[in-house]
């Protein structure tokens, strides 16, 4: 298994407070992404980082920010949360962008109340 | 943004059976992948295909690039218990920046009822 690791796996939080979820990866894979998994939407691409302080948005990137500090590191940050927000949010990594495979890691089971 | 919808939704049928999953959109991809994604789990890739009308095997399951490279199907034979989850396709797509990365599609939840 990719060595994908996600924090924290769950969390509750209140309408308006800032969250950061955090993504660590072994793999030293260039490209990092973060989605969000909504019934009926599968997956959509929230931010992906093509290198250390590369970052490009997704198609549901309102609302979020992104850091990567360091290769193995991915945080996404809602800055002020909204119960729309309320989704399981999953890292990802690969070697390059495109049709190569995407390793995904547990997941984070985020709620906004 | 490309849209890929997956039909059905939702598919529940007896182990045994055969079934065939679609994968449709109105734009042209230069590849497919298909992934398998199990309750409290992240999806694990099944196949990557890339040359239109291509089709690759793994066990019981087929799938298929079409001729245009904007649709792919999944048949899986002989369902069995083990085949339930939920089924995501994925195409590729160039950025702005000229990164590519994945579109995914609204997926097909399986159940295989033993």
């Known amino acids: ?113 | 943004t490309q849209l890929l919808e997956q039909s059905p939704q939702f598919l529940s049928i007896q182990e045994g059976e055969n079934l065939t999953v679609y994968c449709n959109s109105s734009s042209v991809f230069s590849s497919l992948q298909w992934y398998r994604q199990e309750p409290g789990e992240g999806p694990v890739l099944l196949v990557t295909v890339v040359t239109g009308g291509e089709v690759k095997k793994l066990k019981r399951l087929t799938f298929q690039f079409g001729d245009a490279r904007k649709d792919s199907s999944l048949h899986i034979t002989a369902a069995q218990p083990g085949d339930t989850g939920l089924y995501l396709c994925a195409g590729d797509v160039r950025s702005n920046f000229g990164n590519e990365k994945l579109t995914f599609g609204t997926g097909t939840r399986l159940t295989i009822i033993p």
Not at chain 1, 1 to 22: F, N, Y
Not at chain 1, 26 to 35: A, C, D, G, L, V
Not at chain 1, 89 to 104: D, K, L, N, P, W
Request: charged letters at 20%; a neutral charge; one cysteine or more.
């Open chain 1, 1 to 113: 298994d990719a060595g994908i690791t996600q924090s924290p796996r769950h969390k509750v939080t209140e309408t308006g407070t800032p969250v950061t979820l955090r993504c660590h990866q072994t793999e030293n894979h260039r490209y990092m992404y973060w989605y969000r998994q909504d019934p009926g939407h599968g997956l959509r691409l929230i931010h992906y980082s093509y290198g250390v302080k590369d970052t490009d948005k997704g198609e549901v990137s309102d609302g979020y920010s992104v850091s990567r500090s360091k290769t193995e590191d991915f945080l996404l940050t809602l800055e002020s949360a909204t119960s729309s927000q309320t989704s399981v949010y999953f890292c990802a990594i690969s070697e390059t962008g495109g049709r190569v495979e995407q390793y995904f890691g547990p997941g984070t089971r985020l709620t906004v109340t």
